[in-house]
């Protein structure tokens, strides 16, 4: 008595839910990993144009004081006064960050100035006004 196989019956429906469940577990995992544009950077600020100006690509500890046209202050998105811009950068200091300055270029140099002179107070001497490129508009 012979025994008949049917070949080819298993590999003509191709079970597509295992590799749905891998691209959706793929998917999440880069949704928690990726972290998304702080909101540091999405303040709307003209920056100053240098000609050696480069794109910051790297995430480190840093701390972003960003100063609008009008001359305020915003760090973590939040509108602050200068005394709490100091008070900030003396727990940076302690924390040991460094300081990213994005001031726009139409407010008064003295707002600039007085974050920096607060970096020099607080012994940060590891901060950086940062421009745009020169094809940035």
Not at 17 to 36: H, K, S, W
Not at 67 to 84: L, N, Y
Request: hydrophobic share 45%; proline share 4%.
């Amino acid at each position: 008595m012979a025994v008949k196989i049917k070949k080819g019956s298993s590999l003509s429906v191709l079970n597509l839910t295992p590799l749905i469940d891998v691209v959706f577990q793929l998917l999440l995992f880069f949704l928690v990993v990726t972290r998304f544009a702080s909101e540091d950077r999405e303040l709307d600020v003209m920056l100053p144009v240098a000609s050696e100006a480069r794109p910051l690509i790297a995430q480190p500890r840093e701390l972003f004081v960003n100063i609008d046209h009008q001359g305020r202050f915003f760090v973590d998105g939040k509108i602050v006064s200068g005394d709490e811009v100091e008070r900030m950068l003396r727990q940076a200091a302690a924390d040991h960050r460094s300081v990213i300055i994005r001031a726009d270029r139409r407010v008064q140099l003295d707002s600039a100035v007085f974050v920096m002179n607060a970096c020099n107070k607080a012994g940060i001497f590891d901060y950086k006004l940062t421009t745009a490129g020169e094809d940035s508009p």
